[in-house]
């Protein structure tokens, strides 16, 4: 019964029928945090960890049927890694390759051209999540002055039990689409560190998981209203390539925000279940009220207001790309260098999303945007004109403006990469733009390198000369 009614929603919004499950099951876990938080409250962490793994079991069997088996084989390789190797570094280095193998060769198995909703979704967040665990397990025992400050927040010194991986991986806030959280908070969460109260009861998440969720409905609203009128096909179409420059650029500002609206509503979806659960506690504000931002994926009013890809970074994806920052760029400062520490990531996270050529474009468009502003924002620290230049109250607004178009406009083009994947569909886009926004990041290279960073560099300070020439001469003597 209930598999007609989803084909019926199907038919009726022209969603596949994959999608309406998934968004089915992500809405369930309402309910199922509901009864956790209200009716497991109290009970032991073994209750909790059965109740998670045999819900997060349902679930997948009914978003991916008999395919759950391969979270089944991942649970159990991880946890036998884990068990047998402790935590030494052979057994993050294991856990990483075989994590990420499984993940790309299933990718190049089942994946099609078009965005796939299939077993490798979970089998993504399921990737991440299990190396995430190896490497705070591996922390947990290396000498503690080794540790940065965050590492010793997160780290566990044993490796955890089948059921508790098992209900850490399937955990119905977080198993489908996201969001990332490490094993400690889990922990803390099963023993109900997070009550945010003082009297035992269990945590007041309705209201802010609520409007997790109303925000949710907004942002789906407005992909599926914009969405029809700003339709990806539209890309690949004969009249958006007779269409102006002007008017393509336009195009592809609007889808780009009309297609990141997608993603939004459905992160908004799962962080409002693990409110309502209390997995998402983050302590308290300078008021002493609660925060409910733990697990946030997307922080809306820094998303929708920010004019830099720092602040589009900052506010989208947080959770991945805390992961990513975490496990991957920190611990790449033997490189020596930020560039290639962030190359590497960048090149890691589009391997993660699939092999297509389009991933590893639009992340290397990412990398050399972020360049870019970072280059923009040393020349106006250097120079005084330029920083007052820039503060004026006139131009402020103007300034505003113009950065806010170039980073929606530089998203929404790298974005055709991310969506159109195969090099022969995005490429034709590119060349009817004439790859506009290529010529224009790859020219500020040698622009700011040899004509722009030598203009604006900092003279040497004059009061320092007297002092270099009385130690010049203290030395001939």
Known sequence: MLGYLLQYISNLTEIPEPGIRLLFAVLCGYLLAWFQRDFLHGKSSTVKHVYFSVTGLIISYFCYGIYLYHSLINILANYLILAILGGTLPMVII???????????????VSTDDYDI???????????????????????????????????QLCIKAAPSLLEITSYTFYF???????????????DFVDEKFLANSDGKPPATTIPALKRLFMGVVYAMAHTILGSLFPTEFL?????????????????????????????SIWLFAEGSCILSG????????NNKVKWDGVANVKIRKYESTCGWKGLIESFNINTSQWAARYIYKRLRFLGSKLYSQAVTLLFLAL?????????VCFFLEMLCVQLENHVTSLIEKSPKLKKFFSNPVVKPISYICSRFLTTSIMGYALVAFTLLRYHRFSEVYRSMYHIWTIVILAWIPLFQFVLNPMFRKPKSTASQPTEKATEEKKSE
């Open 95 to 109: 856990s990483f390759t075989f994590n990420l193998s499984y993940l790309v060769i299933a990718y190049l198995v």
């Open 118 to 152: 299939l077993w490798t979704t979970p089998q993504c967040i399921m990737c991440l999540r299990l190396i995430g665990l190896a490497f705070d397990l591996y922390d947990g025992n290396r000498p503690q002055g080794e540790l940065s400050k965050e590492q010793s």
């Open 173 to 187: 806030g977080g198993y489908l689409v996201g969001p990332q959280f490490p094993m400690r908070r889990f922990q």
């Open 236 to 264: 690949s179409s004969q009249e958006f390539n007779d269409s102006s420059l002007f008017y393509k650029i336009f195009f592809v500002c609007i889808w780009g925000r009309v297609l990141i609206a997608r993603y939004i």
């Open 279 to 286: 997995l998402a506690f983050n302590g308290y504000d300078e």
């Open 352 to 360: 993660w999303h699939g092999y297509f050529l389009g991933y590893f």
